[in-house]
């Protein structure tokens, strides 16, 4: 049974990886779908690689494993929601080094660090940098499992954001120069009359591209108007 999020999973050490026997076949995973939140999973230890997929697959998410943060960006990532746990101490480019990366290459990814070797000042760098959690080693499985659901819901949250500010955006490109005039002066708050006094009409001129500018927005008041201006950036210039 998966666990969603914010629910609670029964407390215990992580399991311990089971090498499989001579002979023993490997089991393929169902194909992942986009919608599946995934796991991705950075650590140069195979044993705990192993014990960490079987972990998060034991409450239904989907787990990619990698060696190192090299390796991961040479992958394709699913469009979908994801977090990843990354091991702070990695051959070559410290974990902290590729959060850094990883936000200089615009890639938005929440990450849970774990680590046997953490220190208050490497945990606060991290935390500063937008980490979810840092987790030093032991930990139990409980602690790992609800900092993997805070960050999918954190991640899922920016992609529902983001499609919304997009569907605004399409909107707002079906405007007139006209209309994206007297969006950005009605939503800094300018009545009808200054607005008209601004772009040098009437009255009656400003209040039917107002109109318009309700309708193609799909704005039901001016409150919701000033949202969405917020939301896109729109200042008055």
Not at 104 to 129: C, Q, R, W, Y
Not at 143 to 152: G, M, N, Q, W
Not at 168 to 182: A, D, I, N
Request: hydrophobic share 40%; aromatic share 6%.
């Amino acid at each position: 049974k998966a666990l969603g999020v914010g629910q609670r999973w029964p407390r215990g050490d992580i399991p311990v990886y089971r090498p499989r026997a001579r002979g023993e076949r490997m089991t393929k995973a169902a194909p992942a779908r986009a919608e599946d939140p995934v796991v991705f999973v950075i650590d140069d230890d195979p044993s705990m690689r192993e014990a960490l997929r079987s972990l998060f697959q034991s409450v239904g998410w989907r787990v990619e494993l990698f060696a190192s943060a090299p390796e991961f960006m040479q992958g394709t990532r699913p469009d979908g929601p994801a977090c990843l746990v990354l091991d702070i101490r990695l051959p070559r480019l410290s974990g902290l080094e590729f959060q850094t990366e990883l936000a200089e290459a615009n890639i938005e990814l929440p990450i849970i660090f774990i680590t046997g070797h953490g220190d208050i000042p490497m945990s606060v760098k991290a935390m500063k940098a937008g980490a979810v959690d840092f987790l030093t080693k032991p930990f139990r499985d409980q602690e790992l499992l609800d900092a993997v659901a805070r960050a999918i819901e954190r991640d899922q949250k920016r992609r529902d954001d983001s499609r919304a500010v997009s569907t605004l955006r399409g909107l707002y490109e079906s405007l007139t120069p006209r209309e994206r005039e007297v969006m950005a002066l009605v939503t800094a708050g300018l009545m009808n009359k200054q607005v008209a006094g601004e772009l040098g009409v009437t009255e009656i001129t400003v209040k039917i591209h107002r109109g318009h500018v309700m309708r193609k927005m799909a704005a039901r008041s001016l409150a919701d108007l000033v949202r969405m201006a917020e939301s896109l950036g729109i200042r008055r210039t």
